[in-house]
């Protein structure tokens, strides 16, 4: 099993920023990838930023321009870091990690518990 600890979510006025961290802990062989989603009441998750271990990254073009996604891989930790924040950014956002738990195994996702983000205007 893979566990994921969130942390850095909260209250921000509008133009503040926050960081939020995702460390992953528990049975894993290697991390594909970590990323950033996000979830409003009755709405889809949708993709915040991505990044695979190589350093690739992609992000939502909502927030391109303002959050910067990055990893420290010796943690097996994620970031995000959300500048300029705006209304709209009022979310649960929740950290995903595509690991593999043993050599040539399968891939396997795993979810975060979710932190809220809270942008006043």
């Known amino acids: 099993q893979v566990q994921l600890v969130e942390s850095g979510g909260g209250l921000v006025q509008a133009g503040g920023s926050l960081r939020l961290s995702c460390a992953a802990s528990?049975?894993?062989?290697?991390?594909?990838?970590m990323g950033w989603y996000r979830q409003a009441p009755g709405k889809q998750r949708e993709l915040v930023a991505r990044i695979t271990h190589g350093g690739r990254t992609n992000y939502a073009d909502s927030v391109k321009g303002r959050f910067t996604i990055s990893s420290d891989n010796a943690k097996n930790t994620v970031y995000l870091q959300m500048n300029s924040l705006k209304p709209e950014d009022t979310y649960v956002y929740y950290c995903?990690?595509?690991?593999?738990?043993?050599?040539?195994?399968?891939?396997?996702?795993?979810w975060g518990q979710g932190t809220q983000v809270t942008v006043s205007s």
């Open positions: 995903n990690v595509d690991v593999k738990t043993e050599w040539r195994g399968p891939n396997y996702d795993y």
């Open positions: 528990g049975r894993i062989f290697s991390i594909n990838a």
